[in-house]
């Protein structure tokens, strides 16, 4: 019966990722990052087309206030907010991926 490092570098193999367990790790922190960072920019999408304006404007204008602090536009500030530290993160970290792919 194989062991666990050899079922992990099967299933890296079946993936179609380098035989280099190092690089197929980083590869595989990037893919998830891309992912976390696709998620986040259609929630900022969706909200950009909710309020025909961006993150920017929207709390330039103050549109919370401006609708009354109503429930749903203060869920969707904190959530758009979240999605917009989202996407800094992600490219971030997608940045220091790519640095680290560099090294090796």
Do not use: C
Request: no cysteine; proline share 2%.
């Amino acid at each position: 019966m194989p062991g666990i490092e050899e079922k992990i570098r099967e299933h890296l193999h079946f993936l179609n990722l380098q035989n280099d367990p190092q690089k197929a790790f980083l590869g595989l922190l990037k893919s998830e990052y891309k992912k976390r960072l696709a998620h986040y920019e259609n929630i900022d999408q969706a909200f950009r087309r909710k309020y025909r304006m961006s993150f920017e404007m929207f709390e330039r204008d103050n549109v919370v206030k401006e609708q009354g602090f109503s429930w749903e536009v203060e869920s969707d500030s904190m959530d758009w907010e979240q999605a917009i530290d989202g996407i800094k993160t992600m490219k971030a970290r997608i940045e220091e991926i790519d640095a680290l792919s560099q090294e090796i």
